[in-house]
Nanobody
């Protein structure tokens, strides 16, 4: 079992920045794939970015590439999402997720563990 807790969401103006954190605890997850997803009201959950916990390889959705950065800090068992140049369309609940098989898939159904989510609101 892995427990994931997100934090760092909030209200920010267009063009601003936020950093989300995902603290992991429980089972060992050195081989896990970790990801951020988001879900806006009335929309399906959407892939944002993923990272392999062991090697640090990353991948991003086209909508956030060059604006968002995913990273991990092994010593703190924490994953981050640095979000810059935020747009109103980035408004959503952001979730972190873990895949024990180490994939960095964009498919939400492949992730076994999920956090409770943190709200990000970008105002114009």
């Amino acid at each position: 079992q892995v427990q994931l807790v997100e934090s760092g969401g909030g209200l920010v103006q267009t063009g601003g920045s936020l950093r989300l954190s995902c603290a992991a605890s429980g089972d060992t997850y050195s081989n896990y794939g970790m990801a951020w997803f988001r879900q806006a009201p009335g929309k399906e959950r959407e892939f944002v970015a993923a990272i392999s916990w062991r090697g640090g390889t990353t991948n991003y959705s086209e909508s956030v590439k060059d604006r968002f950065t995913i990273s991990g800090e092994n010593a703190k068992n924490t994953m981050y999402l640095q979000m810059n140049s935020l747009k109103t369309e980035d408004t959503a609940v952001y979730y972190c997720a873990a895949d024990p098989f180490g994939s960095r898939s964009s498919i939400a159904g492949l992730y076994r563990y999920w956090g409770q989510g943190t709200q990000v609101t970008v105002s114009s």
